[in-house]
Nanobody
Framework: QVQLVESGGGSVQPGGSLRLSCAASGSIFNIARMGWYRQASGKQRESVATITSGGNTNYADSVKGRFTISRDNARITVYLQMNSLKPEDTAVYYC?????????WGQGTQITVSS
């Protein structure tokens, strides 16, 4: 069993910053990829940023240059530093972990960007 615990969500004004953390625990081995997805109200879930076990990163075009994903392999934790936040970044953000052919998701944390 794998558990993902997210933290760092909240409300911020446009232009502000937030940092999300996601700590994984349980039967974890051969992690292929970790990352963050988001789902805005009335929209489909979309990939925000992912990072492979080798450190290769991939970002959605909408967040490139503003968001940075990183991971601590020893703590099995993935981070998302979000800068220059915009109202359109408002969504529930989900941590994601891929092990082999299995996908695991966090419970989600709300990010609201509003003045």
């Amino acid at each position: 069993q794998v558990q993902l615990v997210e933290s760092g969500g909240g409300s911020v004004q446009p232009g502000g910053s937030l940092r999300l953390s996601c700590a994984a625990s349980g039967s974890i081995f051969n992690i292929a990829r970790m990352g963050w997805y988001r789902q805005a109200s009335g929209k489909q879930r979309e990939s925000v940023a992912t990072i492979t076990s080798g450190g290769n990163t991939n970002y959605a075009d909408s967040v490139k240059g503003r968001f940075t994903i990183s991971r601590d392999n020893a703590r099995i934790t993935v981070y998302l530093q979000m800068n220059s936040l915009k109202p359109e970044d408002t969504a529930v953000y989900y941590c994601y972990l891929k092990i082999g052919y299995s996908d695991f998701w966090g419970q989600g944390t709300q990010i609201t960007v509003s003045s």
